[in-house]
T-cell receptor, first 115, second 113 residues
């Protein structure tokens, strides 16, 4: 049973470009979470999605950031017009259900560097 | 707004020692608390999950306790080994279980051989 798969692992973008980060949850998991870890900071919740639905996006910046989890395929975190401050590690996590009290499983992360 | 604090921020001890990592949270209305381990450049590995109704969980040399009313959790590592060197993160899930975790900044642990 493969774990949470994220790609790319490392991504370099110039200021103003777009970054797309992908996350395939563990098999059987229908809930996906995205977190951001800035240098010297703790992990911060960004968004929680189920298939075709955004459940909670209270941690998402209001502009340039968007997330989706389509019926088929991976969840995608999209950052438009990246700036230096977007440089961070972006982690995806999945769980079977939100209210079951199950452990949340994290991917290895995608490290975005904006130059 | 929930805040999670971990003390100490860094710890370096000789191999073989027993040690305790501390985590405190400001809002006691949590669904569960989870301890993770993060190695440099890697993702998070779940170590122990304690439901709000539980007092402790054990796995091998690790024991985590939870005192929800006082907003505290501890992670006890027995007979530490160099392979335990990592950053240990504490995270709480809000009541209802539907929202994202709130993390502390972690304790960076070094076990000296």
């Amino acid at each position: 049973n493969a774990g949470v798969m994220q790609n790319p692992r490392h991504l370099v973008r110039r200021r103003g470009q777009e970054a797309r980060l992908r996350c395939s949850p563990m098999k059987g998991h229908s809930h996906v979470y995205w977190y951001r870890q800035l240098p010297e900071e703790g992990l911060k919740f960004m968004v929680y999605l189920q298939k075709e639905n955004i459940i909670d996006e209270s941690g998402m910046p209001k502009e340039r950031f968007s997330a989706e989890f389509p019926k088929e395929g991976p969840s995608i975190l999209r950052i438009q017009q990246v700036v230096r401050g977007d440089s961070a590690a972006y982690f995806c996590a999945s769980s079977p259900a939100a209210d079951s009290g199950n452990t949340i499983y994290f991917g290895e992360g995608s490290w975005l560097t904006v130059v | 707004k929930q805040e999670v604090t971990q003390i100490p921020a860094a710890l370096s001890v000789p191999e073989g020692e027993n040690l305790v990592l501390n985590c405190s949270f400001t809002d006691s209305a949590i669904y569960n608390l989870q301890w993770f381990r993060q190695d440099p450049g890697k993702g998070l590995t779940s170590l122990l999950l304690i439901q709000s109704s539980q007092r402790e969980q054990t796995s091998g040399r690790l024991n985590a306790s939870l005192d929800k009313s006082s907003g505290r959790s501890t992670l006890y590592i027995a007979a530490s080994q160099p392979g335990d060197s990592a950053t240990y993160l504490c995270a709480v899930r809000p009541g209802g279980g539907a929202d994202g975790l709130t993390f502390g900044k972690g304790t960076h642990l070094i076990i000296q051989p």
